[in-house]
Each structure stands twice: as C-alpha cells, then as structure tokens.
C-alpha cells in the first residue's frame, strides 16, 4: 500500500466539467498536510481547485494544500475544473 494514493472517479477530463477524485494517507509518520501540484502538459492553463471535503475554495488555485486538521480518517474527497478549450488532447500530470 502507497503512504499516499489519488484516484479520480472518472479518466475523461473535460472543460467546464467537475474533476472529483479521492486522496488517501497511508502515511504512518508525522506530516503537516498533503499538497497537490497539477500540471497540463502541452499548455500553460491550469487545473482549478474548487472544493476538498465539503470545504468550497473562494480563490482559483492550481495547487492544493490541506492541513492535516482537515484530513478526517486520513481522506480528502476533492472537486476540480479546468477553465479553457483545448485546440488537441493534453495530458494531465
């Protein structure tokens, strides 16, 4: 079992669509929270975070962090979104 695992609920990616997913701790050591980097290969746009656990995020931000206050039985359920339509096929890193 990895310290960490990320699964999305659904590989098909599309603009303006919610990107939900699941973070799980594994992690049996002391850490501060868990941050998440996104990145679009082929284009400088952004994966936008929208939620983690219920908690709306106000701010368009690429990169999620949650404190490890907010990881209850050590699981993050996440929303996402990208903003932008494609012109080819990206891949999501």
Not at 7 to 26: F, R, W
Not at 35 to 52: C, D, H, K
């Amino acid at each position: 079992m990895a310290d960490i695992e990320i699964k999305l609920d659904n590989m098909k990616i599309k603009p303006h669509e919610e990107i939900t997913g699941h973070i799980t701790v594994n992690y049996s050591g002391l850490y501060d929270g868990v941050v998440i980097n996104t990145q679009i290969l082929g284009s400088n746009e952004l994966v936008v975070w929208r939620e983690y656990n219920g908690k709306k995020i106000t701010q368009n931000v690429s990169r999620l962090f949650v404190n490890k206050d907010f990881i209850p039985d050590n699981k993050v359920d996440f929303v996402a979104t990208i903003e932008f339509e494609p012109t080819e096929e990206h891949d999501v890193k």
